[in-house]
């Protein structure tokens, strides 16, 4: 089993590709590895509950660590309230964390 | 013994989220005392390009000084102070190819110039490394 941290910073009303992102990770999670998708800059509009947060919620309920940048969602007001079921806000600290793991880390 | 990342990034300096972001997750592991490389590709071997210079604001009437704009090299220097504090290091490679391209050879004190072969030296030696692409 391997590690993976997939940074999603694209915002999935303006990129189908972000869609495409999420189902990397769901395919990684199917192959039996850990996977965290890490939400940031304009990728945490995908975490307030919508139309659009529907496949991080699947992902979620599939085993797929699903966090949202604090910052990128204070910046955009979006109150933990507001998040989409399994999306869990974090601290940008998680994916230095990760790298100093040895996880494989991977940005879009 | 202290950990090691990599961090590459594309994006030149005021244009886009990702830099703030690199630039913060750079901060973060200086301030755990890691030994960090940050490899400055394309666009953002200017970042730490010694001539930037904060501007006044006009529209608003304000000089330099009130503007306080902000300018990447001093981010830059900032991490580097930021790192040696607390025991770390970053090895901050401006790509040469990028920085002759854009005449940005001047670099803030304590950054160096490189090739891709640096960072691929820098991921070999690193616990984790990211690549933050332009698009």
């Known amino acids: 089993m391997k ?22 990770a769901a395919d990684l999670k199917a192959e039996g590895n850990e996977v965290t998708v890490f939400l940031v800059q304009n990728g945490v509009m995908a975490a307030r509950r919508s139309g659009a947060s529907a496949a991080l919620t699947d992902l979620s309920e599939k085993g797929v660590e699903i966090l949202a940048d604090s910052f990128s969602l204070r910046e955009r007001s979006i109150r933990s309230r507001a998040l989409a079921d399994g999306v869990t806000p974090s601290e940008l600290d998680v994916v230095v964390d990760h790298l100093a793991a040895g996880r494989n880390v991977i940005w879009h | 013994m202290s950990k090691k990342i990599t961090i590459s990034i594309m994006d030149g300096p005021f244009e886009n989220a990702r830099t703030v972001t690199a630039l913060r997750l750079v901060d973060i592991a200086a301030r755990r005392g890691y030994d960090i490389t940050v490899f400055a590709y394309e666009g ?4 730490a390009f010694a001539r930037q210079m904060p501007h006044a604001n006009a529209v608003h009437g304000r000089d330099a000084d009130e503007e306080d704009h902000p300018v990447p090299r ?28 854009r005449g940005v050879n001047e670099a803030v004190e304590g950054t160096r110039r490189g090739t891709p072969g640096d960072l691929w030296k820098a991921a070999e030696a690193s616990d984790g490394t990211l690549v933050i692409g332009s698009k």
């Open chain 2, 74 to 101: 001093e981010w830059v220097a900032s991490l580097l102070a930021t790192a040696k504090a607390n025991g770390g290091s970053v090895d901050w490679i401006n790509c040469g190819l990028c920085v002759d391209e």
């Open chain 2, 44 to 47: 953002a071997a200017a970042l």
């Open chain 1, 3 to 24: 590690q993976y941290t997939l940074i999603a910073s694209r915002d999935p009303f303006e990129s189908r590709q972000a869609g495409r992102y999420l189902e990397l």
